[in-house]
């Protein structure tokens, strides 16, 4: 019994402390956009759920989607709320929007978590993360 003991105290303070610890990935810098821009941004939610988008799945408005008029289906943009600083990624799965003067329109949960809601229409920045992969 003392020598399975004397392992334990071996492997905790003498062995354990050497050994290197596992490889974790870290962020040391911020991900760049591919491309950013300044744009008014809309949002559309709760009254489309269930009608399909563009690129034919459901809408759902608790979703981290977006519509956008040419940007592939699948892309991922960073949308930055100008005046409150807050921000969300978001994947375009539809088409829009069709209202003049506005670049992109997102899910009300977006709106509701980059302070969209009681403006209705915002300066965004929006910064395109990543671009689907072709099969």
């Known amino acids: 019994m003392s020598w399975a003991a004397l392992r334990w105290v071996l ?6 402390p050497g050994m290197e610890a596992p490889l974790v990935a870290h962020l040391n810098q911020p991900v760049k956009p591919i491309k950013a821009w300044v744009g008014n941004s809309s949002w559309y939610g709760p009254g489309f ?7 034919g799945e459901r809408f759902d408005s608790e979703a981290l989607t977006a519509a956008h008029p040419n940007l592939p ?3 991922m943009v960073r949308v930055v709320n100008t005046r409150t600083g807050k921000f969300e990624v978001v994947r375009i799965n539809d088409r829009g929007p069709y209202q003049e003067g506005r670049e992109i329109d997102v899910s009300y949960r977006v709106a509701r978590k980059i302070g969209l809601i009681h403006s209705g229409v ?3 920045r929006l910064e395109l993360m990543a671009l689907p ?3």
């Open 11 to 16: 492997l905790m303070f003498v062995v354990a």
């Open 49 to 55: 759920n269930g009608r399909k988008t563009a690129n």
């Open 73 to 75: 289906f699948g892309s």
């Open 122 to 124: 915002s300066q965004v």
């Open 133 to 135: 992969e072709k099969h």
